[in-house]
């Protein structure tokens, strides 16, 4: 009778506890940086999601790199949003892309598009809106558009393209976490412009306990990119990086 040695080989898969570096000195005050408009191969698409701290990429529906832009982000370890695109009170129809939110629509168009576009985009956890001056001040579309978000866990971040919007209205009524941008980097797309705006952020993170701020991949992104990782340094001095769905949980008073 022949004897055998089992030998039993176990491999383990070691999973780093951390995809961003540990902030040495946790701090009271916390910043969440947003970068808008991926989706269709745009310029700093890489470099911004190499970046070392914690995102919220926010991810346009219906364009050619949704999905992989998507899934890039969550593979990199931040968190992706719905960048879903609305009207303008000003500005191009072009800009706004496919299936954009319009005041024209039905009821029943808008809630359609709503609802391709969370199926569109993977792993997405809330949603902000790509332009929306005009969509953001009307409370019939924005209430669907929260009762949207709602039906799907989703929160809403209001990037303030108009002082006048009913979304932090609308969210109180209907139990949406609501979050609200309070600076953009690169709405003037200059590299003077855009470290401008870094600095004024690294002043307000010491004057405020929260701030949110959005920035974009496209015309200004490799710009834009490389600004947001000088000031990371600098923005560490007097607060923690943190995700947009963690003011969502602990949502900040919204702004008067």
């Not at 500005?91 to 598009?113: H, V, Y």
């Not at 000031?231 to 607060?239: C, D, G, N, T, V």
Request: proline residues 8%.
């Amino acid at each position: 009778m022949r004897k055998y040695t089992i030998v039993l080989l176990i491999f383990t898969v070691f999973v780093p506890f951390f995809l961003f570096p540990i902030q040495a000195n946790a701090h009271t005050n916390k910043v969440a940086i947003v970068i808008d408009d991926f989706g269709n191969n745009m310029k700093g698409t890489d470099k911004m999601l190499s970046l070392p701290i914690p995102l919220t990429i926010a991810v346009m529906p219906f364009l050619p790199s949704t999905k992989e832009d998507a899934i890039a982000a969550h593979e990199k370890g931040h968190e992706v949003i719905i960048h879903m695109p609305m009207e303008p009170i000003k500005g191009k129809k072009e800009w706004l892309g496919p299936k954009a939110i319009t005041t024209d629509l039905s009821d029943e168009e808008i809630t359609n598009r709503l609802e391709q576009a969370i199926q569109e985009v993977p792993h997405a956890i809330g949603m902000n809106n790509h332009m929306g001056s005009k969509v953001t001040a009307d409370e019939r579309i924005v209430r669907l558009v929260l009762a949207a978000c709602k039906k799907h866990n989703l929160f809403y971040l209001d990037s303030k393209t108009n002082p006048n919007s009913v979304v932090p209205k609308i969210g109180k009524e209907l139990g949406v976490p609501i979050i609200e941008n309070q600076l953009f980097f690169d709405d003037v797309y200059t590299a003077g412009h855009i470290s401008k705006q870094a600095q004024l952020l690294i002043k307000k993170i010491q004057e405020k306990p929260i701030m949110v701020a959005i920035g974009h991949v496209g015309p200004p992104g490799e710009i834009t990119s490389r600004v947001i990782e000088t000031s990371i340094p600098k923005i560490r001095e007097h607060a923690d990086f943190i995700f947009l769905s963690d003011l969502a949980l602990s949502p900040p008073p919204v702004s008067k």
